[in-house]
């Protein structure tokens, strides 16, 4: 364990956590610098210019990552019928009613995202505690309450994800895995940050993004220029 911490540090010593970085830049550092035995994940941060004490500036929604998140994940279904069979054949991993909220009132929370029908939010209401404390609670905002739910199970999958400000005005997203090409990893950053700034509340005044630090799971956290317009980041190179 000793020495996994020396390898760390002197990482760690190597990195300018004052230096504005561009995004693919970043991004380089922090693949290169990423040395744990396990495929680190890859985060952003963004911290914005709204007051999340007011209702119409607290941010949530979903963004899709063109390369995903290298992350497999869990979805429960709650539907019937002819949806519960669309959510099967599009690859669910738990589909129920009454039987699976029975089971998480159990206890049981074995997945990541939860996906219902709206008829079946009646129901799923009665857990509503127990999920919405583990920000499993399905949300339309979200997409996750749909009559669509083959489209919703796949979109999950293939690496659309949920983001939502916290009582300080951040946004944490997952961005992918270390073991990601740049390329990816870059795509997906201007996704996020693409979407972050389409879902801007018209309320919110004076500077929005006012910061954006790039980090992976055992790795130092890496400044990103906050005034970088999406379609930039594509076409930034590395050290530019």
């Known amino acids: 364990m000793a ?17 504005i970085h561009s995004a693919p830049e970043a991004i380089e550092v922090i693949r290169k610098s990423a040395s744990a035995k396990f495929d680190e994940t890859v985060e952003v941060a963004f911290k914005l210019g709204i ?62 995202v939860a996906v219902a029908t709206p008829d079946m939010m009646p129901k799923v209401g009665r857990i509503g505690k127990t999920l919405g404390t583990r920000g499993l609670m399905p949300n ?36 992918g895995k270390a073991s990601f090409e740049s390329e990816a990893l870059v795509r997906n950053f201007a996704a996020a940050l693409e979407e972050l700034i389409r879902a801007k509340p018209a309320t919110a005044k004076g500077k ?20 970088i317009a999406p379609k930039d980041v594509i076409g930034a190179k590395s050290g530019e």
């Open 3 to 19: 020495k996994v911490g020396k390898r760390l540090k002197a990482v760690h010593e190597q990195i300018d956590r004052d230096k």
């Open 51 to 112: 007051d999340p004490r007011k209702q119409d500036q607290m941010i949530r929604g979903t963004v899709a990552l063109p390369a995903g998140t290298g992350k497999t994940v869990r979805v429960a279904v709650f539907a019937q019928g002819d949806k519960a069979r669309e959510a099967e054949e599009a690859g669910a991993d738990i589909i129920g009613a009454d039987d699976l909220i029975e089971r998480i009132t159990g206890g049981w929370l074995e997945f990541d």
């Open 140 to 175: 339309p905002k979200a997409g996750t309450v749909t009559v669509d739910v083959g489209k919703a199970i796949k979109d999950i999958k293939g690496g659309r994800v949920e983001y939502r400000t916290d009582k300080t005005g951040n946004v944490h997203l997952i961005l």
């Open 208 to 227: 929005y993004v006012k910061g954006i630090t790039l980090s992976s799971t055992m790795g130092p956290g890496l400044k990103i220029d906050p005034n």
